[in-house]
T-cell receptor, first 116, second 116 residues
Framework: DAGITQSPRHKVTETGTPVTLRCHQTENHRYMYWYRQDPGHGLRLIHYSYGVKDTDKGEVSDGYSVSRSKTEDFLLTLESATSSQTSVYFC???????????????FGDGTRLSIL | AQTVTQSQPEMSVQEAETVTLSCTYDTSESDYYLFWYKQPPSRQMILVIRQEAYKQQNATENRFSVNFQKAAKSFSLKISDSQLGDAAMYFCAYRTYQGGSEKLVFGKGTKLTVNP
């Protein structure tokens, strides 16, 4: 299994509070991703990173920010959490050779976030 | 914009039988990759199989195979000799580079039940 650790695994918090989710990898892969999974929507990409300090927006980036100060860590921050951000959040990593996207993504075990 | 459609929200199959899960996608790109992921109740996302669009030969991984029809933009997954452990959500995914950014789109999933 790919060495991906998401923390925390579960979190309950209140509307308006800041929340940071962490993804840590031990594979030294270049690409890291944050998804959210909601019933009826499948997985939707929030942000991704293609290197240290290099990030780009995904399909549902509003209300989220990310940071990657080192290869192994990718942080997802909800500056002021809202109930619509209640979801299961997945981190994924992949390697990419020569700019191709043929390498599969490997996923962490997910973080269940509930915002009351 | 790329879209991925899984038209079967739920499917069921008898143990040892064969089942086919459908996936269609919409894209104007010629170079892309397609994946099937499995998500059992444990919530892990597990790569099942992948297909490069430039390859005409259908990918096969043990009991799992795909029927890739590029002109029809169809990418179905066939599971042969179904086992109880195959019960899970299955997600079809599309991946490519466009305009300097990586594009990743998942379908909404098909829930597969395997009956003993």
């Amino acid at each position: 299994d790919a060495g991906i650790t998401q923390s925390p695994r579960h979190k309950v918090t209140e509307t308006g509070t800041p929340v940071t989710l962490r993804c840590h990898q031990t594979e030294n892969h270049r690409y890291m991703y944050w998804y959210r999974q909601d019933p009826g929507h499948g997985l939707r990409l929030i942000h991704y990173s293609y290197g240290v300090k290099d990030t780009d927006k995904g399909e549902v980036s509003d209300g989220y920010s990310v940071s990657r100060s080192k290869t192994e860590d990718f942080l997802l921050t909800l500056e002021s959490a809202t109930s619509s951000q209640t979801s299961v959040y997945f981190c994924a990593i992949s390697e990419s050779e020569g700019g191709s996207v043929n390498q599969p993504q490997h996923f962490g075990d997910g973080t269940r976030l509930s915002i009351l | 914009a790329q879209t991925v459609t899984q038209s079967q929200p739920e499917m069921s199959v008898q143990e040892a039988e064969t089942v086919t899960l459908s996936c269609t996608y919409d894209t104007s790109e010629s170079d892309y990759y397609l994946f099937w992921y499995k998500q059992p109740p444990s919530r892990q996302m597990i790569l099942v199989i992948r297909q490069e669009a430039y390859k005409q030969q259908n990918a096969t991984e043990n009991r799992f195979s795909v029927n890739f029809q590029k002109a029809a933009k169809s990418f179905s997954l066939k599971i042969s000799d179904s086992q109880l452990g195959d019960a899970a959500m299955y997600f079809c995914a599309y991946r490519t580079y466009q305009g300097g950014s990586e594009k990743l789109v998942f379908g909404k999933g098909t829930k597969l039940t395997v009956n003993p």
